[in-house]
């Protein structure tokens, strides 16, 4: 197991309360010595608060230049912004925002996609103007709970459009990792425990490496039956270390441990950063695509002295606004997430040490796993 020192969240917050936030963040960052364990395609999200919603993460991290679905994209997404504290104006002009990009620009939404994808894609742009016009409707009305659903149904139809964009592989991942899985696109994962099921979404165009042995460790049923070896509230849920004196993946191949490197993929970076945190590299300003901004954030534990150390354990971040605010946290940078949950947060906070996986298993995308070869 990959320990941890003795961190109190309690403590934590009266420092929060008391001290400055760099305070706060050196705590954070001491919590996960704990752990232990050219340019791309536009994934650049807008600028303002930052997302703390994975769909909409997952969305933004999808390697595709066209401005106009980014447009449309942004103007929906804004209005998880505003419908909280029910600024019915702002949420009128996002919408209204859309309904106009849909009206003229939407030839230039299509003629990013593929000749064979194109009837898929129509469809998905008309129910995605059937859904801003019922969204119209809802926001005349002010019927919050409608808009919420709308602007989610919408969002999906435009993800689904975007990922219709994606024509290949953004890169190439060095040779030196050629000895192991690697995912080139995405996979959904279903982790079933004795409190619930979570869903989560792996993002190999991101983390090709991380993800790839995740999706090769779940496919070969590892974590079936491990328990949670970790359960800090609004922190972290660890799992992921197998029975035994290992720490993590022996592979039956070579009878070798599996080391992970870390990987991080910096915003506008046309591939990910291997084997060093981002401080050590001096680019701890720069912003990673998959950011801890997220509750449910899926990343690859480590010792916190080796960035290539991971292996089999990872960890689900819980995260809570007062203690990591999004977007301003030291785990960016210095751990690798390769996915976020998108149902079952819920079954995330019931969660607790010694209840375990039943079963994980692949439900999508088990064919952008690719094997190293021999």
């Not at 912004?81 to 939404?109: F, Q, T, Y």
Request: charged letters at 25%.
């Amino acid at each position: 197991m990959l320990h941890w020192p003795n961190f109190s969240i309690d403590t934590c917050k009266r420092w929060v309360k008391t001290a400055a936030l760099a305070i706060l963040l050196f705590a954070l960052s001491l919590s996960f010595s704990a752990v232990s364990y050219a340019k791309r395609p536009s994934s650049s999200m807008p600028a303002g608060n930052p997302v703390t919603d994975g769909r909409a993460l997952l969305r933004f991290a999808l390697p595709i230049d066209n401005q106009t679905v980014r447009e449309l994209q942004v103007s929906l997404e804004d209005i998880g912004n505003h419908i909280r504290s029910k600024r019915w104006g702002p949420i009128s002009s996002d919408v209204s925002k859309a309904s106009r990009i849909l009206s003229i620009r939407e030839s230039d939404i299509l003629k990013s996609i593929p000749e064979a994808k194109q009837p898929e894609a129509q469809t998905l742009v008309a129910q995605v103007k059937e859904g801003i016009a019922e969204l119209e409707k809802a926001v005349e009305t002010k019927d919050r709970e409608k808009v919420i659903d709308l602007k989610a149904k919408i969002l999906g139809s435009v993800g689904e459009i975007e990922e219709l964009m994606v024509t290949g592989f953004p890169f190439e991942v060095p040779a030196k990792y050629a000895n192991l899985p690697q995912l080139k696109g995405r996979a959904t994962v279903a982790v079933e425990t004795d409190k619930g099921t979570i869903t989560v979404v792996v993002d190999g165009y991101s983390a090709p490496v991380t993800a790839g042995n995740f999706v090769d460790l779940v496919d070969r049923g590892f974590y079936d039956g491990l328990p949670f070896i970790r359960s800090e509230e609004s922190y972290v849920l660890q799992t992921g270390d197998p029975e035994g004196k290992e720490v993590g993946f022996i592979d039956p191949g070579t009878g070798k441990y599996r080391n992970v490197p870390l990987e991080v993929l910096v915003r506008e970076d046309k591939e990910p950063v291997y084997g060093i945190t981002l401080e050590d590299a001096g680019r701890y300003r720069d912003e990673p695509v998959l950011p801890f901004s997220a509750f449910g954030a899926v990343a690859m534990a480590r010792a916190e002295a080796e960035p290539d150390s991971g292996s089999s354990q990872f960890f689900f971040f819980l995260f809570e606004p007062e203690l990591t605010p999004a977007g301003l946290n030291l785990l960016d940078g210095r751990y690798a997430v390769f996915g976020y949950t998108i149902e079952g947060k819920e079954v995330l906070d019931k969660l607790r040490q010694g209840d375990k996986i039943i079963s994980a298993k692949v439900i999508k995308g088990k064919e952008n796993l690719v094997q190293p070869q021999v």
